[in-house]
């Protein structure tokens, strides 16, 4: 199994749309979690750390369920320029580097 | 300001020849460098991390080594590359501690031919 899973899509969504991207993770002893975003061809950029309580920046929230070992990250009000491939991340107990999921890729369409 | 440099950003190799990918971060000391290769289509993959200067940890067996002569210095090498090391090779950082995740570098995209 692996260590993080994501649904590699395409979700296609019209603008303005809500779309919401969820990420499972095996050791249920990680400690920290993010959402990187990666344009095509280009490095990926840290999104957002992902916090316990859940956390808002803008039109995108990340929540975390230890429980169900999963995070998820919500965009509202889908641009264009949100088109990119989300990688979800996380850092093992004790881990000394992230562990990437293989991404989600969006697409908005006008 | 804090900024991390990779070269060359494409590079064409022919299977056999050696490698050379040089990372350097400026304005920062002591950060923690990350070799990570991503081929195409998939997933990053976490290839040696390096925590101070000759210090390498190498987590997947390959033809590939990093060195770390300074401080701010990352080298990623080969001696004979194989059509399968082909890919995106992403150098990255951390300064806080890896909890506050870390900065890529632009990258190189490796077509071994």
């Known amino acids: 199994r692996k260590e993080v899973e994501q649904d590699p899509g395409p979700f296609n969504v019209p603008e303005g749309a809500t779309v919401a991207f969820n990420c499972t993770y095996s050791?249920?002893?990680?400690?920290?979690f993010f959402w990187y975003r990666q344009d095509c061809r280009k490095e990926p950029k840290l999104l957002m750390s992902v916090y316990s309580s859940g956390n808002e920046d803008g039109r995108f929230t990340a929540q975390l369920n230890r429980a169900s070992q999963y995070i998820s990250l919500l965009i509202r009000d889908s641009k264009l320029s949100d088109s990119a491939t989300y990688l979800c991340?996380?850092?093992?107990?004790?881990?000394?580097?992230?562990?990437f999921g293989s991404g989600t890729r969006l697409q908005v369409q006008p | 300001s804090q900024t991390i440099h990779q070269w060359p950003a494409t590079l064409v190799q022919p299977v056999g020849s050696p490698l050379s990918l040089e990372c350097t971060v400026e304005g920062t000391s002591n950060p923690n460098l990350y070799w990570y290769r991503q081929a195409a289509g998939r997933g990053l993959q976490l290839l040696f991390y390096s925590v101070g200067i000759g210090q390498i940890s190498s987590e997947v067996p390959q033809n590939l080594s990093a060195s770390r002569p300074q401080d701010r210095q990352f080298i990623l090498s080969s001696k004979k590359l194989l059509l399968s090391d082909s890919g995106f090779y992403l150098c990255a950082w951390s300064v806080l501690g890896v909890n506050y995740g870390y900065t890529f570098g632009s990258g190189t995209r490796l077509t071994v031919v």
């Open positions: 050791n249920s002893a990680s400690q920290s």
């Open positions: 991340v996380v850092i093992p107990f004790g881990g000394r580097a992230l562990t």
